[in-house]
């Protein structure tokens, strides 16, 4: 597997990661798929696999009946989203990066999805 660090920030590392191990759980040695390289366009939106592969993510970074029952919106205290997150032992990054993509508003909560923090942690080009 391997990732970009095309988004240098914790929300899109975790949910990436997530999805791609989703295809390897759901979709990989199965209907002989061998291998998976994600259609980043429109139309690859519309991919069954991918789409599979974006439900499993989310559900397992985040349960759905948590998620429904938070009502986290972009109106919601940053406070409140590291609540949530500190319940779920995850990232604040993860709830803060799911509102901002669900309400596709990406000027909320820039303080918590981490950008900047994910390069710094894999040595690069030897540093």
Aim: glycine content about 4%.
């Amino acid at each position: 597997m391997a990732l970009t660090l095309r988004y240098d920030r914790l929300n899109n590392f975790w949910f990436t990661l997530f999805h791609e191990l989703a295809h390897v759980a759901l979709h990989l040695d199965k209907d002989d798929v061998e291998a998976f390289f994600d259609d980043l366009t429109e139309g690859g939106k519309e991919d069954k696999y991918e789409r599979e592969a974006d439900k499993l993510a989310s559900e397992t970074l985040i349960p759905e009946n948590e998620w429904k029952s938070v009502r986290l919106s972009t109106k919601s205290l940053p406070k409140t989203v590291m609540a949530f997150a500190e319940k779920l032992r995850i990232s604040p990054a993860i709830p803060a990066g799911r509102i901002r993509f669900e309400k596709n508003d990406y000027s909320v909560f820039k303080q918590l999805v981490g950008t900047g923090k994910v390069r710094s942690m894999f040595c690069i080009n030897g540093n």
